[in-house]
Every structure is written in structure tokens, then in C-alpha cells.
């Protein structure tokens, strides 16, 4: 009891600085509204805590408080951002940002407040005239010569969701060694220290000339234009879940050559409310349940999605049986990347010096991918700024052909920095072509990747542990898988262990240790088994949870045999989950 009433009035200290003359008098109305309420939960949801600037930005609730997304949070991330860059690019004449946004709830308002706080601090703005994708603004970080750029989105989060995305000179979100610097930067400022007054002058409202550059480039990366132009009426089935989608990718989809493509009228309408899903987010089935019905009725070849951001892709596919069915983030990455790689050797374009990227969670079957191809393959941490940084390492010397990550995200092109919605589902669709062109569906092309490069199947599992002692348990399990490793797990012998946060890679047998090439340490823990199967665990950097990726193998003998191999994996899945516990 002493807790809670040293808590609340703690907050109440906290809430009352926010009367003062430094906020304007809608925050302040508010904030008296939460003081003067009988049930303080409101007022301590929005104050216990600030909300704080990490190295990917902010992501909160909307409303007033010190940790809600709100002209103040947003203000400071901005101040702090631009006293950075002033310092760091103070030999330039002139700096320069660009800026975007999604169709959220506040998105063009918070946009706005960046805008301006940018430009009363002396740097050059470029802001879109409405919401866009996320890739967008990545390009146009690039095209327009910025050194910096913000993009106001919380992704597939829900309604109540705002954040603040900030990204470096090459298009790609911040790391080291301007993300920390960034951060403190950010931490020191004061509501007095925001330079809310914009400075009109400097700031510039891009569009259309930036929609048909960026469209132009993507239209670049087609592969198969002939195979598309003999099936151009290919039954597509694509919808924007609300969000900013709707503004390129039938665009860029007809672009491509695609002619048939079916909408779902009620989600093409953008809000910030998304009135027809529980949460915007494609990876989930509930999500994708209008666009199937529409290709119920329609028996359309495909089914695609982005999420409200428009950089991660959902993707459904008809299965032998005829039913509509999700595939998932590994199964996505592997087609693309199987799909252009086969195209570049058909078409005579692999040089020797190509290469891929994945991150250490996503499935190993595209290492077996890129092996029988030939092409070198890169593993990197979660996150497309580490393959952005890939990318920066490489591109004076290799090739970049694509790059992905299980959580459903997929990068085929330089240009851009940040995972894009709109090149992965046109080349999505052009894989789909290129596969009737061979006398296959969606499934069987599929089911060939997997004949030839091995089964695999992969599920994510999370263990919530809340509170103190929540974290404390995390800890404990993670110490636990350390010291006392599996030694089999699904019935196969665990032969090495990689462990991130000391760089360490083991041979069990032989108990040789030896160091990975990673750009930094990480708190990640795998096992790789005598089968081939793959098991990551690591804690949220950000939520009271530790999270298992599970990637169990599989026998697969003939194209055919999909289903016999899928329920082999998931008796092995559920085994490995009885070895670790969970």
C-alpha cells in the first residue's frame, strides 16, 4: 500500500508540471481532467514513466503524459534528433530531412510538429503531402541527398498506437554509433528546449515526383516481363488493411503489367481506426479473412496484403485441397529469394560476386538456397537496419540480390533501406506468373523449393513473464540454457551451440570454440541439431517475454509428399518444445 501511495504521488508531482504555462491549454485540461478523476489508473498509465527514445525511435499510446506519443514526446525526439545532426553535418551548407507518415490516428498532425521543430533549428525539410509507405520515405532519404528522416508510424501496432521511426543518410533506420549518441541527445531535452515555431520557408511538400521515381525503380527490379505480359491476367487479390498501401501498390502492380487486380473496397478506405480487423497485422489469419473471401469467390491465384505501414508483406496461397491458406514470413523470404536467384541464372546475370541476406532466426533452408546456387549468403541480427548494414559493407563490391526475416518482412532492392511492401508484392506476383508459366500454382512451387533444398517448418513461441520477478525468471532460463545446454532436442542430437552474447560458436562433440563475425554482441542463444533443426531463444528488448524460434526438418521424398513432411515437423516441433519446457 505504501508503494502504491508513494507511486501516485510521485505521478502527481509529475502531472502537475504539465499545468504550467510550457504546454498548451488542451494538454492542460486534460491533464487537470486525470487529476481531478476518482480512479488514478489513467493518470499513472500516462505518467509512471517516460516514454523513451530508443535506438528504433518511440512507440506509445497516443494521448498527454509524459509516456504517451503526444506534440511533447514527439517534439523532444525531434529536438534532441536535430541538435544532432546540426553538430554532426556542421561542415555542410545545408542539412536536410526528409519526412512521412501512415494513416494513423494524429500521423499527419505529429508529421507536422517534426516539420517544424526541424526547420526552426535551420535544417531543410521535405514533407510528403499525405501518408506513404515506409519504403518511400527510405527512398526518399536517398534520392533527395538528406542526411537524415523521419517517419511517423507504429506499424501493424493497434489503433491506439503512434511511433517515430528516424533514419540515417543511407535510408536505413540508425545503429551505432549514432543511435546511442541520439539517444542521449534526446534524453536531455526539456519541454523549454522544443523550437515548436516552424520556419515555413524551409520546408518543402513532396509528392508525385517522388511516387514516380520510386514506382520507376521498383518496375526496375521485374525479371520476367514477357512471362507477365502472357499472364497478365493473373487473378490477384490485394488489400491495404487501411493503411498506406492503397496509395502505390496496385499502382506499381499494374506498373508490373498486372491487369486483374481485385480489390477489397471496404479496407482500400485509409483510417487510422481500422474498422474491419481487430489488429492490422498480416501475419495474423483474422486479418487476411475479407481478402480470402474475396478470392473464395473469385478463385483467385493469389492473395496479398501489407500492413498499414506498407513495409511487410502477407501472403495466402491455394493449397492441393483448394483452401485459401496464410503462408509464413520464412516461407515468403524463401520464394522470393529462390524466385530471383533462378531468374538471375536463366537470365545469364550471376557474375560470381552476388550475395543475400537473412537474419540468425529466419530459416535455414535459404542457406541450403543459396548454397546450390552458388551465392553467398550473409546471417545478420533482427531488424533490416543490420541488412541495411549489409548492404553499406557490400556495395562497392558485391551485388545485392534480396534480403528477409521471418517477422514478414523482405528488402530486393538497394534504393530503398528499410523492408518494402511494394517491390516484394509485385515480385511476389511475378514468381506467381513465372510459376503458372512452368505449369505450377503457388503450392507446387513451393513444395519444389522444399524438394529440392529439404522441409523445414517454423513457429514462433513467446513466454510472457511479467513484473520483477517475470524478468528475473527470463534471466534465470536463459543462465539456465547456458550453463546446462540441451543435449538432444526433438530426438536429435544437439551438435552446436552459438551463443551472441559473447560471440561464441561450439562444436559439442569436439567442444572446440570458435568467434562469429557479428558487428556486436547480442543476448541470443541457438542450438543446431544432427537433423538440421535450429532452435533460437532470445528476451525482448522491450516486453516482459522471452521468445522461442523453433525450425524443425523434415523428410520430403517427392512434390507430393508436402503434407506427410508438415505433419513430420510438427511432431518434432512439439517434441522440441517438451525438451526445452515451454
Not at 488489400?239 to 496496385?250: D, Q, R, S, Y
Request: charged residues 25%.
Amino acid at each position: 500500500m505504501e508503494n502504491n501511495e508513494q507511486l501516485l504521488k510521485e505521478v502527481r508531482a509529475k502531472a502537475a508540471e504539465w499545468l504550467s504555462d510550457g504546454y498548451d491549454e488542451p494538454t492542460r485540461t486534460e491533464v487537470k481532467r486525470m487529476l481531478d478523476a476518482e480512479d488514478p489508473t489513467e493518470l499513472i498509465e500516462s505518467f509512471y514513466k517516460d516514454l523513451e527514445f530508443g535506438t528504433g525511435g518511440l512507440r506509445g499510446i497516443m494521448g498527454v503524459g509524459t509516456n504517451r506519443m503526444n506534440r511533447y514526446t514527439v517534439g523532444a525526439a525531434t529536438q534532441g534528433l536535430a541538435n544532432y545532426l546540426n553538430e554532426t553535418f556542421s561542415e555542410l551548407p545545408e542539412i536536410k530531412v526528409a519526412v512521412g507518415h501512415d494513416v494513423r490516428n494524429n500521423s499527419r498532425e505529429f508529421a507536422e510538429i517534426v516539420a517544424d521543430v526541424f526547420s526552426a533549428n535551420g535544417i531543410t525539410v521535405y514533407l510528403f503531402d499525405s501518408f506513404r509507405p515506409t519504403p518511400e520515405l527510405s527512398f526518399a532519404i536517398r534520392e533527395l541527398g538528406c542526411q537524415s528522416g523521419v517517419n511517423i508510424t507504429a506499424s501493424h501496432n493497434p489503433k491506439e498506437y503512434n511511433g517515430y521511426k528516424a533514419y540515417w543518410a543511407d535510408g536505413a533506420q540508425i545503429i551505432a554509433p549514432h543511435d546511442v549518441n541520439i539517444v542521449s541527445r534526446v534524453a536531455s531535452i526539456t519541454p523549454a528546449d522544443i523550437k515548436f515555431g516552424g520556419d515555413k520557408s524551409r520546408i518543402h511538400i513532396i509528392g508525385e515526383e517522388i511516387d514516380r521515381k520510386f514506382l520507376d525503380a521498383v518496375k526496375g527490379l521485374q525479371l520476367s516481363p514477357d512471362i507477365v505480359a502472357k499472364h497478365s491476367d493473373l487473378k490477384i487479390v490485394y488489400t491495404p488493411i487501411h493503411g498506406t498501401g492503397v496509395k502505390l501498390i496496385p499502382e506499381s502492380l499494374r506498373n508490373y503489367g498486372f491487369t486483374n487486380i481485385i480489390h477489397v473496397p471496404e479496407q482500400d478506405i485509409p483510417s487510422g481506426d481500422f474498422p474491419t480487423v481487430d489488429s492490422p497485422n498480416p501475419e495474423n489469419p483474422s486479418a487476411m479473412a475479407m481478402a480470402i473471401d474475396v478470392a473464395k469467390k473469385t478463385q483467385a491465384d493469389i492473395v496479398m496484403a501489407s500492413d498499414p505501414d506498407a513495409d511487410r508483406i502477407g501472403c495466402v496461397m491455394r493449397n492441393n485441397q483448394g483452401e485459401y491458406v496464410l503462408i509464413n514470413g520464412n516461407q515468403i523470404v524463401m520464394i522470393l529469394l529462390n524466385y530471383i536467384i533462378t531468374r538471375n541464372k536463366e537470365l545469364g546475370l550471376i557474375k560470381g560476386n552476388e550475395y543475400i541476406v537473412k537474419t540468425i532466426v529466419t530459416t535455414e533452408t535459404i542457406k541450403s538456397i543459396a548454397d546450390r546456387a552458388g551465392i553467398k549468403m550473409f546471417d545478420c541480427y533482427t531488424g533490416f537496419k543490420w541488412i541495411a548494414a549489409v548492404i553499406r559493407d557490400h556495395e562497392e563490391t558485391s551485388r545485392y540480390l534480396g534480403g528477409g526475416e521471418e517477422s514478414y518482412g523482405f528488402l530486393a532492392e538497394t534504393f530503398c533501406r528499410d523492408k518494402d511492401s511494394v517491390s516484394a508484392i509485385c515480385l511476389m506476383a511475378e514468381a506467381c506468373a513465372w510459376a503458372k508459366e512452368q505449369g505450377m500454382d503457388f503450392g507446387q512451387m513451393l513444395a519444389n523449393i522444399y524438394l529440392e533444398n529439404g522441409f523445414s517448418k517454423e513457429e514462433g513461441i513467446s513466454v510472457v513473464r511479467p513484473g520483477k520477478t517475470g524478468a528475473d525468471e527470463i534471466q534465470a532460463m536463459m543462465k539456465g540454457f547456458r550453463t546446462n545446454p540441451p543435449k538432444q532436442l526433438g530426438g536429435s542430437d544437439v551438435i552446436t551451440i552459438k551463443d551472441y552474447a559473447d560471440l561464441n560458436v561450439t562444436d559439442v562433440k569436439t567442444g572446440v570454440t570458435g568467434k562469429m563475425d557479428m558487428p556486436a554482441t547480442s543476448n541470443v542463444l541457438q542450438f543446431f541439431t544432427a537433423d538440421g533443426s535450429k532452435v533460437s531463444i532470445r528476451p525482448s528488448g522491450t516486453e516482459p517475454k522471452i521468445k522461442f524460434y523453433i525450425e524443425a526438418k523434415a523428410t520430403m521424398k517427392c512434390a507430393g509428399c508436402y503434407d506427410k513432411a508438415n505433419a513430420e515437423a510438427t511432431a518434432k516441433t512439439e517434441a522440441i518444445k517438451k525438451d526445452l519446457g515451454i
